[in-house]
């Protein structure tokens, strides 16, 4: 099959190289000529994906036409951005099949990224779906056994993902529920942001946790108002995700977390950040999704405080645990 | 209130401490002369709680009649002595309280701990309650911020436990559902088994979090089974308490998985650890349970394979990896 594959950063990257793998024709498409130049050059990503072996077979490109060649896209241009690489660089998607692995939800407008698809390039849901779960770049590309969902509204549409992205080491699920992927791998970026704060104040495995097993309840919450199916949340784009975001050295969100709470200020830590962390951008859009729905987000809030009214990690956590003691299922 | 704490091994200690804490008088039983000469000697638990002081006002002792003085009794006896504690040391638990807080099946009878309490001791299910949680007792007595749940079928009883219990850094929420709480706390160490294994062999946080998730799913299988509420195993006595031991250092099962993990035997392993790792035992009582209630448990199944038919760990979790891939919620 013919593909394109957006963005080269890690993650664009490391799918692109499992579609080669299974025998696919991959055009990686990125707006940077540096990275192209860099790929061509020495057959590795050395900035988001260093040590890996990029074999000759994979066409790396910044003219975005020929992204009309393909016929399956998958976008890994990050949230933030999608809406004005589309339009700027004028990518033909009419008519195609399109497979997000971007998480986030767009600032201002609050679109999911779907929605924006569905805005800018006319695409239809059944053309639309998004492949998610606990699934770092760096780990699948050196073969570490990955399990992830491929959801789709569109009944054929998802085993199409299951079957092009499958390797003996990328198990892929199918799922219909493409609003509970991209909430829970959207606001997985925020709880991340607030555990790590919880190791940056060395607060201990506990409260972590509980936070954590908090933080779910409250991603549950918000995406149940906006129509996801609440299983999707307890799956593995949804918790199995959450752990692993919460847990593993290499999020940048939790170390975004981490550095605030061993009392970094915000403006210092994005300063210093090559990549984009993409949690602060989701704690601003969550925070206002949550007004918009009227659903109670106490984490979210408390991250939000930090981020933008410069509120100490400290006060803001000692605001979580003080919130009064409830039946376990009334908050 | 006058209460009696059974077990003076680090979780009795601790909850020991924090009903102090709160102006309860404590009688803390063990049948073992040395841990009570050592405590009252050092007023430390150095062997199961080393560093913490232990007030004076907290009265040891080997004489179980004492325990007839308590109002409420506290169990912290580990799941597989209980029953012979009971008979052997002649407990006096007639018309008494029970708040349970250790974790496990019992072998053989695959009874639940609440299941025992009423065979045994005449216990009501109206007097019975379980405390349970992401709850290391290393990190409660050292002020680690803390949430846990305490479960009763009594309307009432869950929120006097609520209450006994709760301090400014130990946060208690209420529940109506001790089967799933029961199940959540033991189900979760042969997990945290199979967690270890994937830390021992190096297999990555992709498949770490993959793992934990379908954990999950395999211990709300089972629950639900038995009657526990699904919601149940989302909350902190579930998710929570899953979290917290397969990713902590101080998680004597996760341990056991690690070591079995990097090559060494299950016999050699048990024979050289100080202190029970319950999961051994849980994982023949939920294989077990899991064939009584026809309910497919395939993590358990892989771990009672490594256990107790000398699989090697690295082929029980290429079995569980090259299950076909289905939709999510088929497995």
């Known amino acids: 099959m013919k593909t394109g594959v957006l963005g080269a950063g890690g993650w664009g990257t490391a799918l692109s190289l499992i ?7 991959v055009i990686l498409w990125t707006h940077d000529s540096s990275t192209k130049k860099e790929i061509e050059k020495y057959r590795e990503n050395k900035t988001y994906l260093p ?15 020929l992204i009309g060649e393909a016929e399956i896209v998958v976008n890994a241009v990050p949230t933030q951005f999608i809406r004005g690489v589309i339009h700027d660089f004028k990518i033909p998607l009419e008519n195609k099949q399109i497979i997000n692995g971007s ?3 767009e600032r201002n407008s609050l679109k999911r990224i779907s929605e924006i698809f569905y805005e800018c390039a006319n695409v239809t849901a059944d053309n639309y779906a998004v492949i998610s779960g ?23 549409l998802d085993k199409q993902v299951q079957k092009l992205f499958t390797r003996p080491e990328f198990r892929v699920y ?3 529920d493409v609003v509970g992927a991209e909430i829970g791998g959207s606001l997985k970026n925020v709880i991340a942001i607030a555990a790590g704060i919880i190791d940056g104040l060395e607060l201990g495995d506990n409260t972590k946790a509980a936070l954590i097993t908090r933080g779910l309840a409250e991603i549950s919450r918000l995406g149940i108002a906006i129509g996801a ?6 799956g593995l784009s949804g918790l199995g995700d959450l752990i692993v975001t919460c847990g593993s050295k290499h999020s940048r969100n939790r170390k975004v977390g981490e550095l605030l709470g061993q009392g970094k200020k915000p403006d210092e830590i994005i300063n210093t950040m090559k990549m984009v962390a993409e ?12 007004k918009k729905h009227a659903v109670e987000l106490p984490i979210t809030e408390q991250i ?11 006060e803001a956590m000692s605001n979580l645990m003080n919130r009064s003691a409830k039946r376990e299922w009334w908050w």
Chains 1, 2 share one sequence.
């Open 19 to 25: 579609l080669l793998e299974n025998g696919h024709e």
């Open 51 to 65: 040590g890996i072996r990029i074999p000759s077979e994979l066409n790396i490109t910044n003219d975005s036409s």
């Open 103 to 105: 998480k986030g939800i």
């Open 134 to 156: 606990p699934s770092h770049a760096e780990e699948v590309t050196r073969k570490s056994p990955t399990n992830v969902v491929a959801a789709s509204e569109d009944i054929f």
């Open 174 to 176: 199918t799922s219909n």
């Open 229 to 234: 199916n609440n299983l999707t949340f307890a």
């Open 279 to 290: 949690g602060i951008h989701t704690t601003e859009s969550a925070f206002n999704l949550g």
């Open 304 to 314: 939000y405080n930090i981020l933008f009214n410069d509120i100490p990690p400290r």
